[in-house]
């Protein structure tokens, strides 16, 4: 394909049949025990690895955990490029990707939260198709018109030390702030991390609070990914096997931080969920967050924990069986209820989620100037999201409403 063109546009039926897959599966080493960091050099050398960039934020760089890595990984390090930021951005993706040029690398590490991947992910892609970062990003025009970009050229090994539970690391997607403050969404099955270290004992020192935010992050992939117009029968399995898991140790986790079983639990439903929007992706909520984020500078696992509720009331009316099977799988008995019933009490039991995991509830409380809604709503209209969403959204006010409620 001509460099720069729209790809072809994806087009789905109204309602995909319940059993068909259209399902890629990216190749995946993934550790998670205590003390899993320390296995990093055998995994990389099995890969064949030996110059490596290793890709953080300035906070990051001075946490433990990001010593550890440091400390396991030695002389495979050629470089740190340090200078990621929340939602990331388009230019420091071009720095990050000029360090890499300099250094001669042959895979790329990334150690922190979502942007950390994100960042890297992206690096790979200018690396892979040069020109800028943004060239690359997909299109959405609403109400139903979506142009996947097609990326061709192999891409640098990525290795993902996650130290919040966003999942960013499991999916072969990811997106960049530019400078109007548009989140840009990319997708290339070769980017999916090749290894995947996740140890619960160094994740004891992540603060208990983030990785309770990031966790619902965690939740709502597996509650989208229930309704997606993409789902199948594997990403439905995986989702309610990832709210489970999260339903339990999310609260258990913020009753006691430093239990580490706490921590291998989120951090298990975590990956869980990347696994589910690797193939399902998500709807109308990410499309909201992503835009909350970008514009409204909310972290994602803030924007996330609040307006989850919102989202899937939204949804309701058209999703209603996969939100009653949300709240069979949240411990609720649904056998005597209707499904509308059965759907208000999975609403419900996220409620009671939110309220025990102690994340925010309202986005009066986050410092979001409440004057932004409009253009926020307006945004969210170009959204790949809205595109997977079971329910069709036709205008921005629609959007806007959802935002006022979750004020
Ligand atoms: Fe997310």
């Given at each position: 394909?001509?460099?720069?063109?729209?790809?072809?546009?994806?087009?789905?039926?109204?309602?995909?049949?319940?059993?068909?897959?259209?399902?890629?599966?990216?190749?995946?080493?993934?550790?998670?025990?205590?003390?899993?960091?320390?296995?990093?050099?055998?995994?990389?050398?099995?890969?064949?690895?030996?110059?490596?960039?290793?890709?953080?934020?300035?906070?990051?760089?001075?946490?433990?955990?990001?010593?550890?890595?440091?400390?396991?990984?030695?002389?495979?390090?050629?470089?740190?490029?340090?200078?990621?930021v929340e939602h990331s951005g388009t230019e420091l993706v071009?720095?990050?990707?000029?360090?890499?040029?300099?250094?001669?690398?042959?895979?790329?590490?990334?150690?922190?939260?979502?942007?950390?991947?994100?960042?890297?992910?992206?690096?790979a892609i200018v690396l892979a198709e040069g020109g800028d970062?943004?060239?690359?990003?997909?299109?959405?025009?609403?109400?139903?018109?979506?142009?996947?970009?097609?990326?061709?050229?192999?891409?640098?090994?990525?290795?993902?030390?996650?130290?919040?539970?966003?999942?960013?690391?499991?999916?072969?997607?990811?997106?960049?702030?530019?400078?109007?403050?548009?989140?840009?969404?990319?997708?290339?099955?070769?980017?999916?991390?090749?290894?995947?270290?996740?140890?619960?004992?160094?994740?004891?020192?992540?603060?208990?609070?983030?990785?309770?935010?990031?966790?619902?992050?965690?939740?709502?992939?597996?509650?989208?990914?229930?309704?997606?117009?993409?789902?199948?029968?594997?990403?439905?399995?995986?989702?309610?096997?990832?709210?489970?898991?999260?339903?339990?140790?999310?609260?258990?986790?913020?009753?006691?931080?430093?239990?580490?079983?706490?921590?291998?639990?989120?951090?298990?439903?975590?990956?869980?969920?990347?696994?589910?929007?690797?193939?399902?992706?998500?709807?109308?909520?990410?499309?909201?967050?992503?835009?909350?984020?970008?514009?409204?500078?909310?972290?994602?696992?803030?924007?996330?924990?609040?307006?989850?509720?919102?989202?899937?009331?939204?949804?309701?009316?058209?999703?209603?069986?996969?939100?009653?099977?949300?709240?069979?799988?949240?411990?609720?008995?649904?056998?005597?209820?209707?499904?509308?019933?059965?759907?208000?009490?999975?609403?419900?039991?996220?409620?009671?989620?939110?309220?025990?995991?102690?994340?925010?509830?309202?986005?009066?409380?986050?410092?979001?100037?409440?004057?932004?809604?409009?253009?926020?709503?307006?945004?969210?209209?170009?959204?790949?999201?809205?595109?997977?969403?079971?329910?069709?959204?036709?205008?921005?006010?629609?959007?806007?409403?959802?935002?006022?409620?979750?004020?």
């Amino acid at each position: 394909m001509e460099k720069g063109k729209p790809s072809s546009e994806m087009a789905l039926p109204d309602v995909m049949p319940s059993h068909w897959i259209d399902y890629t599966s990216p190749a995946q080493t993934v550790i998670l025990k205590p003390g899993a960091i320390a296995q990093m050099p055998a995994a990389i050398r099995a890969i064949g690895l030996e110059r490596l960039l290793l890709v953080c934020g300035a906070n990051t760089r001075k946490s433990a955990v990001y010593s550890l890595v440091r400390d396991a990984l030695g002389d495979l390090v050629a470089d740190s490029y340090d200078q990621v930021v929340e939602h990331s951005g388009t230019e420091l993706v071009m720095a990050g990707a000029d360090s890499a040029r300099r250094a001669s690398i042959d895979g790329l590490v990334a150690v922190g939260g979502g942007s950390a991947s994100d960042t890297a992910k992206a690096i790979a892609i200018v690396l892979a198709e040069g020109g800028d970062i943004s060239e690359h990003a997909s299109t959405f025009i609403p109400p139903d018109k979506f142009y996947p970009k097609e990326l061709h050229q192999p891409k640098l090994p990525v290795i993902a030390v996650p130290t919040t539970a966003s999942a960013a690391e499991v999916t072969p997607g990811l997106g960049i702030r530019n400078d109007a403050g548009r989140k840009l969404l990319f997708w290339d099955v070769k980017l999916a991390t090749r290894l995947i270290i996740l140890d619960p004992t160094a994740n004891v020192h992540v603060p208990a609070s983030l990785m309770a935010s990031t966790a619902m992050n965690a939740f709502a992939h597996c509650a989208e990914g229930l309704y997606s117009r993409l789902r199948n029968p594997i990403s439905e399995g995986l989702a309610l096997q990832g709210i489970g898991i999260l339903n339990e140790s999310i609260p258990a986790m913020v009753a006691e931080p430093s239990t580490v079983d706490h921590r291998s639990g989120v951090l298990a439903g975590a990956h869980i969920s990347g696994l589910v929007i690797s193939n399902a992706r998500v709807g109308i909520h990410h499309a909201v967050c992503h835009c909350l984020g970008a514009h409204g500078s909310l972290s994602h696992g803030t924007a996330n924990s609040i307006m989850l509720p919102h989202a899937l009331r939204y949804n309701r009316e058209v999703a209603a069986k996969q939100l009653g099977k949300l709240a069979e799988a949240m411990g609720v008995d649904t056998r005597t209820m209707a499904p509308r019933e059965a759907a208000d009490a999975g609403i419900d039991a996220v409620c009671r989620l939110q309220e025990r995991a102690k994340v925010p509830r309202r986005l009066r409380d986050t410092g979001l100037d409440k004057a932004l809604l409009p253009e926020i709503a307006e945004q969210t209209m170009g959204d790949r999201g809205l595109f997977f969403n079971p329910r069709k959204t036709a205008s921005a006010r629609q959007v806007e409403q959802l935002l006022e409620e979750a004020w």
